[in-house]
């Protein structure tokens, strides 16, 4: 029986002989090669991962200082709008507020985000925004958690 063979889809007996003259010997080191670039690919997203994630704990680190600064230096309670700076307040629960200047959101924000690692999972039982929050706030120390155990991993094999 006749079995016609095509160039481009290399069928019939031609298919095996081509398939071990274009380099099927070869194909373990191609695969070992894909692989070496392949886990050096995911070591280095860890290390990115590690690296930014690292950055965040250290914002983390600065605003916890930052809130025993703004405890111990400036009066406790709520300030009259001609006030400029920040101040914690008591409203049930104990939170910073800036006002006066230009990205106090912002900064209100960032002083805030040690007291959100606290409430935000107390919370997140009843609303679903106290959820997401939880997963946004939490995440940086997660993910420094397990691209150090990753690249731990990496290591030893």
């Known amino acids: 029986m006749y079995i016609p063979h095509n ?15 274009n380099g099927a010997t070869k194909a373990p080191s191609t695969f070992c090669r894909w692989w070496r670039r392949y886990a050096l690919w ?3 997203n860890w290390l990115l991962l590690k690296k930014i994630s690292s950055f965040l704990l250290a914002a983390l680190l600065l605003a916890l200082v930052a809130d025993v600064s703004v405890f111990s230096f400036v009066e ?3 300030k009259g709008t001609s006030y400029i700076g920040c101040y914690a307040y008591d409203a049930m ?3 910073f507020e ?4 230009f990205g106090s959101k912002a900064v209100s924000m960032w002083l805030n985000w040690p007291l959100w690692l606290i409430y935000s999972p107390v919370f997140a039982v009843f609303s679903i925004r106290a959820f ?7 995440s940086p ?3 420094y958690g397990l691209s150090v155990l990753k690249l731990r ?3 030893n094999a």
């Open 93 to 95: 629960l104990i939170g």
């Open 7 to 21: 160039k481009a889809t290399q069928t019939g007996q031609k298919l095996a002989v081509t398939f071990l003259a």
């Open 98 to 101: 800036c006002k006066g200047f």
């Open 76 to 78: 406790y309670g709520s």
């Open 141 to 143: 120390i997660v993910a």
């Open 153 to 155: 991993k990496i290591e």
């Open 132 to 138: 997401l929050v939880a997963i946004l706030v939490w």
């Open 42 to 44: 995911i070591t280095m």
